[in-house]
């Protein structure tokens, strides 16, 4: 159950006329504008650190948990995860942080720094725990399914900001936008806050992020991207409920929220719990569950707040509780939709790259229609085989443990180069770089063996080719000091079958046809003496 019970409450009784003039959001602006953001994080660049990252984590009995993620993506088929921002708050409070009250260390994980990568999937307890709410901004996009890919991270328990805007129907969905809409600061002046995060967001959403070492904008770009979403769910949470409110009188939320009530009394009676809910004004303190293993000290407490909640506000009917902000349509909706964006997890689909519509493929194609290239079938096989051997190393089928990449197959190997590849049939490591020098770190790397493989799946089809009779010369090579011992096999083998076809009366009879008779020299020059007494005499 995504809304918990003592620690989703949400007061109404505070009167707004817009959302940046809340008390929350006021309030929530001096917080973040305080001192201690500027120094309350840690880069987490090394083994060790990931580790006292996560402990540190744990220890602090989370009950929100803000994430994000920063990527190199150029395109859906080289996705790489790049940065991991995190903060994790422990509150049974609705209230924002006060001035006074030390913000959340946000940590900047460097996944890409030596031996943190094989560390991030301690972080998997964190995000599978149903007890802490996950708050991204369109978790849906790629944080899922990258957690997912690169570190075995299933996220439970989400609320996704940017599926809260749409319901909303907020004119500007991006998270720096949404921050503007509910912080936006009372002067216009350049150095705030949210004005700040909007600028850096424009320069630092699509950078580079493999780039190192990491600049200091970058970096505080990043630590925007999880500072407010806490606050952002607990205001749109409020606005979502805000919104029903304005549309009480539509015929259609009712049947919506007398569907969410027999789903709940549906859900809780197999669960066990009609007790509860058969009297709908006794809040039930269990729906977090005692089989929880190590839960038992957080529910206590829960129970004690939620009823400390109860006493303060009885029969409040603007002080919401989770049993009835689980009645609120648009809010459980938003909710709904981030459970959904949960469930996208990475598939083998997602990663494989159509051959036809690479660029470079398809221009070779219409090219060989045409007469102006050859590209054969043999060519397209050769493809083919390196397209699947490119995804054999990237699934770890034929890595040694120690040698594994587990990613997706366009991060070990470019589409593009693999089609070049196919049609020039480079067969030594000097011809390869003719074609792209500078390679990809997988083939520049000569231990793991990977460009051997490469240059014998193109000499395997090469010598097809020469046996079936479609290749006549397979190289012509400019210089002889590059040739590879495989190019120098197939010149001698070249020129002995030149020999073998050639008598050695064909080739004297070759020699007289294409060297003239002394007697047509002879003549020839005479000719030439007449022509130019001739010349002379009629000039007299």
């Not at 470019?414 to 049939?425: G, M, N, Q, T």
Request: charged share 25%.
């Amino acid at each position: 159950k995504c809304l918990r019970d003592g620690l989703d409450v949400i007061n109404l009784t505070t009167e707004t006329t817009s959302p940046n003039t809340s008390a929350t959001a006021a309030a929530t602006q001096a917080a973040y504008n305080h001192t201690d953001w500027d120094t309350n994080w840690v880069l987490v660049d090394t083994p060790q650190k990931m580790e006292q990252c996560v402990k540190e984590l744990m220890e602090s009995n989370p009950s929100e948990l803000s994430f994000d993620l920063e990527m190199y993506n150029e395109s859906k088929y080289t996705v790489m995860t790049c940065l991991i921002q995190i903060t994790a708050t422990n509150s049974h409070s609705t209230t924002a942080l006060p001035s006074s009250t030390t913000p959340p260390t946000e940590y900047i994980i460097d996944v890409l720094a030596h031996g943190v990568w094989e560390k991030v999937s301690l972080l998997q307890p964190l995000f599978a725990d149903p007890s802490i709410v996950k708050i991204g901004h369109g978790i849906g996009g790629m944080d899922t399914s990258s957690l997912h890919r690169d570190f075995g991270i299933f996220i439970v328990n989400a609320f996704d900001t940017l599926e809260a805007a749409n319901v909303l129907r907020l004119p500007h969905k991006n998270l720096a936008a949404v921050c503007r809409h509910y912080f936006n600061s009372y002067d216009n002046d350049d150095t705030t806050t949210t004005t700040h995060y909007q600028n850096l967001k424009a320069r630092y959403q699509a950078a580079d992020w493999r780039r190192r070492p990491l600049t200091e904008p970058m970096i505080k770009y990043a630590r925007y991207d999880i500072r407010f979403l806490k606050q952002l769910r607990l205001l749109m949470m409020e606005d979502l409920i805000k919104l029903d409110l304005q549309n009480s009188n539509n015929n259609d939320n009712e049947h919506v929220k007398l569907a969410l009530q027999q789903t709940l009394q549906k859900i809780d009676q197999a669960e066990g719990d009609t007790d509860e809910v058969a009297d709908t004004n006794v809040i039930n303190n269990n729906d977090d569950g005692d089989d929880q293993d190590g839960h038992d000290d957080k529910i206590e407490t829960t129970t004690t707040t939620n009823d400390q909640h109860q006493q303060q506000q009885p029969n409040d009917p603007l002080v919401l509780q989770a049993k009835d902000l689980r009645m609120q349509p648009s809010l459980m909706k938003a909710i709904t939709k981030s459970q959904e964006r949960c469930l996208q997890l990475w598939n083998v689909v997602i990663g494989s790259e159509p051959i036809t519509r690479n660029h470079e493929y398809t221009s070779l194609v219409r090219r060989s229609e045409i007469g102006q290239i050859q590209y054969n079938a043999s060519q397209a096989i050769l493809l083919t085989k390196l397209v699947d051997w490119r995804y054999q190393v990237a699934t770890a089928k034929t890595q040694k443990q120690h040698n594994s990449y587990s990613c997706l197959p366009g991060l070990i190997c470019p589409l593009s180069l693999l089609v070049l590849i196919s049609w020039k049939r480079p067969t030594s490591e000097n011809e390869l770089r003719k074609i792209q020098y500078f390679l990809p770190g997988i083939l520049e790397n000569k231990d793991n063996g990977y460009l051997n493989q490469i240059i014998e799946l193109v000499q395997t089809s090469v010598q097809k080719d020469i046996q079936n009779g479609i290749l006549t010369v397979a190289k012509k090579p400019k210089s002889i000091d590059i040739l590879s011992d495989y190019d120098l096999k197939l010149a001698a083998a070249e020129k002995e079958n030149i020999r073998q076809t050639t008598t050695p009366m064909e080739e004297k009879e070759n020699v007289r046809q294409t060297t003239p008779p002394m007697e047509v020299g002879i003549a020839i020059a005479g000719v030439a003496i007449v022509a130019a007494f001739l010349m002379m005499k009629m000039k007299r």
